[in-house]
């Protein structure tokens, strides 16, 4: 809680500041009271069984299945999202499957899948639902996928990276003009989300960047990174 009243959200570098009733940047956000709620608990925007090749992880469990699933909203507000439609819906009807835990755990099983992967838009922003996902999954024996722009703060970092077996990190670009300009985020906590995945975790992960001709794609920018 901050001096003014307001209460500060530590899940990402936005630190939004809130009021009562107020929702974050990502939308689905919210405090209430003296705490901060997860308005999409328990809803998906909906799910596909997908190759794994498909998040794209290309070196975990080839050629098996995944299943993918995600919810609305987003802590990036990137320009050339592919999203946009769940990234930034404000239409939580969008939201129309119920989807518990131990139902999504259930359902990979059924369908053959060897994983689940929280993706469409970022886990991040519904970090605790995705974690008890996560549990219930690893009960069932089944491996989770965050697929993420890896924008979040440190300690949340350590207990959502404690509940996955492998990531896909969208390294948008390399320099941060790109990322204030075009993503409305920074490069840094990108960064050390990477390090932190290298040198302080068993998760496998794999970095995608989408390339965007005149913005992203310099030789010494790709070089760099
Ligand atoms: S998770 Fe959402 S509410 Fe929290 S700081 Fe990030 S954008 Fe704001």
Redesign the pocket.
């Known amino acids: 809680m901050l001096d003014d009243g307001r209460m500060?959200?530590?899940?990402?570098?936005?630190?939004?500041r809130?009021h009562d009733g107020q929702?974050?940047?990502?939308?689905?956000?919210?405090r209430r009271g003296g705490r901060?709620l997860l308005t999409t608990y328990g809803r998906s925007s909906g799910f596909c069984v997908d190759p794994i090749e498909k998040k794209p992880l290309n070196q975990f469990y080839p050629g098996s299945s995944v299943l993918s699933f995600g919810t609305a909203?987003c802590?990036l507000a990137c320009k050339f999202c592919q999203n946009w439609d769940i990234s930034k819906s404000r239409d939580m009807d969008s939201l129309a499957d119920s989807a518990g835990p131990e139902e999504i755990a259930g359902a990979a099983l059924r369908m053959g899948c060897k994983s689940v992967a929280f993706t469409y838009n970022d886990p991040?922003?519904f970090?605790e639902y995705a974690m008890d996902v996560a549990d219930a999954c690893h009960a069932a024996g089944v491996q989770t996928v965050a697929v993420t722009a890896g924008?979040m703060h440190d300690a949340p970092r350590r207990e959502f990276y404690a509940t996955m077996d492998a990531a896909n990190v969208d390294l948008k670009a390399f320099t941060d003009e790109f990322y204030v300009k075009l993503t409305g985020a920074r490069l840094a906590p990108v960064l050390e989300t990477l390090k932190y995945l290298k040198h302080e975790t068993d998760v496998w992960f794999e970095i995608t960047t989408l390339l965007i001709p005149g913005r992203n794609d310099g030789d010494a920018e790709l070089e760099a990174m």
């Not at 500060?8 to 630190?15: F, V």
């Not at 929702?23 to 919210?30: D, P, Q, T």
């Open positions: 500060q959200c530590d899940l990402c570098p936005r630190d939004c809130l929702r974050g940047l990502c939308f689905v956000r919210m901060m909203g802590n991040v922003i970090a924008y």
